[in-house]
Nanobody, 115 residues
Framework: QVQIVESGGGLVQPGGSLRLSCAAS????????MGWYRQAPGKQRERVAV???????NYADSVKGRFTISRNNAKNTVYLQMNSLKPEDTAVYYC?????????WGQGTQVTVSS
């Protein structure tokens, strides 16, 4: 079983930056991909950024050029650096790990962009 803990959310002004972290522990075998998703009130969960094997990255159009996904393999941790934040980035951010045994999700961390 894989346990996932996210951190780094909070309140930030428009134009500001935040760095989210997501650490996985437990029975982790062969990570295929790691990703960040978000869900705003009244909206469906959407993909923000995915980091797949071979360091292939994929970003939602709305965050391209502003967000960067990265990882630390030794720590089984994935990060999301968010710059130039906008009010429309406000959401609960979730990360997931896709391994050979399935997909595991974190509990989410709130990001609020407001002046």
């Amino acid at each position: 079983q894989v346990q996932i803990v996210e951190s780094g959310g909070g309140l930030v002004q428009p134009g500001g930056s935040l760095r989210l972290s997501c650490a996985a522990s437990g029975s982790i075998f062969s990570i295929h991909a790691m990703g960040w998703y978000r869900q705003a009130p009244g909206k469906q969960r959407e993909r923000v950024a995915v980091l797949a094997s071979g360091d292939n990255t994929n970003y939602a159009d709305s965050v391209k050029g502003r967000f960067t996904i990265s990882r630390n393999n030794a720590k089984n941790t994935v990060y999301l650096q968010m710059n130039s934040l906008k009010p429309e980035d406000t959401a609960v951010y979730y990360c997931n790990f896709v391994t050979m045994t399935g997909t595991s999700w974190g509990q989410g961390t709130q990001v609020t962009v407001s002046s």
